[in-house]
């Protein structure tokens, strides 16, 4: 049977049950590790409550800056994720052992859980107490006060993301080639988002989140070497075939 067709044709609330529930174990289990991580750091003795409190530092002053920080990579570890997927599916990858329904929806859903995570990223930097963001800072390019380039260009990513994004539920009214087109665009915002996160991000200055960037980094210029050579070989085939 034709894939684009069944893209095209699939009912849009197919395998969503299978979507949420994968995520909810990605997202859970994540948390599981971290609140495990910091029970063991605070001592066999720390009663639940003690480490509840301090996983979400609550005491602290700072509360909305760490939110802003873990929000922002989990934005990007889902959209990392999102984008290898991406590339993977439309490198027909996936296609020997699971469905494409569950393949398209999961990646639809990625997006849409990274694009959750940098609303609240966004957010916590408006409520922040130490060095708070104006709304106009924050919706506006190259006009924070802080690290203006990079930050601004975290805002293109962003834009570039929510338009991509909004074509997976308005793709009944474009062309598979404008859908296509704009889709491209989604590498142009990952490699946006790598660098604004770098470059405007506290925690880069880990050794932990530096090979988290690189090693990100290598496996998506890996999949998009694969997929670009997969592309170009398409296209030769066709042009072949026509001639
Ligand atoms: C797709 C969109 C975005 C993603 C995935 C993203 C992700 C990230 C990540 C991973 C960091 C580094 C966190 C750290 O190391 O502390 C960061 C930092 C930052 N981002 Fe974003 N971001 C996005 C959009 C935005 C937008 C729209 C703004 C709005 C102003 C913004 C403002 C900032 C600022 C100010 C920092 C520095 C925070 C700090 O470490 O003090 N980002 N971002």
């Given at each position: ?238 042009a072949v075939t026509r001639s």
């Amino acid at each position: 049977m034709n894939t684009r067709n069944n893209f095209e044709n699939r009912p849009a609330t197919n395998s969503l049950t299978d979507v949420v529930l994968v995520t909810g174990a990605l997202v859970g289990g994540i948390c599981v590790m971290a609140l495990g991580l910091l029970a063991l750091q605070l001592g066999f003795g720390a009663t639940p409550s003690q480490v509840v409190r301090e996983f979400l530092a609550l005491d602290s002053i700072h509360i909305w800056w760490y939110v802003t920080r873990a929000s922002g990579l989990m934005g990007y570890l889902l959209f990392w994720l999102s984008t290898i997927w991406g590339f993977a599916v439309s490198s027909k990858i996936f296609d020997p052992f699971l469905e494409r329904v569950f393949t398209y929806d999961f990646h639809e859903h990625l997006s849409l859980l990274s694009l959750g995570f940098v609303v609240l990223h966004a957010l916590a930097l408006l409520a922040e107490k130490v060095e708070p963001l104006s709304l106009v800072e924050v919706l506006i390019p190259f006009v924070s006060a802080y690290r203006p380039f990079w930050t601004g260009i975290g805002i293109i990513a962003f834009y570039l993301t929510v338009l991509v994004t909004v074509t997976f539920y308005i793709r009944s009214w474009i062309s598979m080639k404008v859908f296509r087109v704009i889709h491209y665009l989604s590498i142009a915002a990952y490699f946006g988002v790598l660098f604004h996160s770098l470059y405007a991000g506290t925690d880069s200055a880990l050794t932990w989140v530096q090979w988290m960037y690189g090693g990100t980094t290598l496996v998506t210029v890996f999949f998009l070497a694969y997929w670009s050579i997969l592309l170009w070989l398409r296209k030769t085939e066709n042009a072949v075939t026509r001639s």
